[in-house]
């Protein structure tokens, strides 16, 4: 396993995982090379990630350290790049003025855990927060890549009994409607789902398919600089998008590149078929088509 530590080439980065620390590999990439970027930064949480322990820090000191990141990030965007900013409620309120200060930003998406620990004293905290932000006026969004199959309680009929702005069908009841920025659709990975590992902090595939599909077209460069246990390359790969993506830990790369050999032979995402999203654990997913291997020696 080799560290960048020179300059380097889309060409040399294309399908492969580094494995570093951003603020030091960011010197060697390519400048203005991501159409999409998926930010998923620690939160200002203390959390272990593997024996790498970040801690929680004072207000300003964190607001420091994520300016410091996307300083880092900024100059490796295309002008038409999009950017997505994970998030939790105590930490948007830090993220967020930075983001207005270096890009424009367009919502915010709040997205529905399903699960959480319970509190006595509080509300249970089960949503997070994506900030969707673009570089400049000009940008993509495929609205119709994410729409959403959604379940029909009291269909609205025509006076002549049809179906009115819904659809009627063996399996029930159901309108394709247009995403809005609350989402509830989304299973969090458990223990006998594929896609699920050790890693404390890991978001969905659905999740990210959202983001992919709405905001990027096929063969556009998807980068991730704090990749985790792979989400954002796998999701990537298996809707036929480069990526690449930086991860400190060396265990955390290693089950990045298992689940990528695994998306050769199995590129379903929970969730989603037959370009739609279906409302959360209402699709029984079937093992579909098998994606070719393209990507070879993923590991810097």
């Known amino acids: 396993m080799v560290s960048l530590r020179s300059a380097a080439t889309v060409d040399q980065i294309v399908g492969r995982i580094i494995n570093g620390d951003i603020f030091d590999v960011a010197t060697y990439l390519p400048r203005g ?6 930010l998923d930064p620690p939160y200002n949480l203390s959390k272990d990630y593997n024996g790498q322990l970040f801690k929680e820090r004072e207000k300003e000191d964190y607001r420091k350290w994520f300016a410091s990141v996307i300083g880092l990030v900024k100059p490796l965007l295309k002008p038409s790049s999009t950017v997505y900013v994970c998030s939790d409620w105590r930490t948007s309120s830090l993220v967020l003025p930075i983001l207005e200060e270096h890009f424009l930003v367009r919502n915010r998406i709040t ?6 620990r319970g509190a006595r004293l509080n509300w249970k905290n089960n949503a997070e927060d994506i900030w969707f932000c673009t570089l400049g006026q000009h940008y993509l969004f495929n609205v119709d890549a994410v729409k959403l199959r959604r379940r029909v309680i009291a269909p609205y009929r025509t006076e002549d009994r049809k179906a009115k702005d819904w659809h009627e069908g063996s399996d029930g009841s159901y309108r394709i409607t247009h995403p809005s920025n609350i989402w509830t659709d ?3 990975p458990f223990w006998s789902m594929p896609e699920n590992t050790d890693h404390p902090t890991q978001k969905p595939e659905k999740l990210i398919a959202k983001l ?3 905001s990027s077209k096929r063969n556009d460069f998807v980068f991730d600089p704090f990749l985790g246990s792979g989400t954002s390359a796998v999701v990537a790969k298996k809707l036929d998008r480069r990526f690449s993506g930086v991860e400190l830990d060396r265990e955390y790369c290693c089950l990045a590149l298992k689940r990528l050999k695994i998306a050769e032979r199995d590129p379903s995402i929970q969730g989603y078929a037959d370009g739609i999203f279906w409302e959360r654990n209402s ?10 291997s393209t990507q070879r020696d993923m590991l810097i």
């Open 283 to 292: 699709l029984q997913q079937p093992r579909s088509r098998t994606a070719p």
């Open 111 to 116: 997205w529905e855990r399903e699960k959480g």
């Open 212 to 214: 992919i599909l709405a």
């Open 33 to 38: 090379f991501v159409d999409l970027l998926i």
């Open 186 to 188: 989304i299973t969090v």
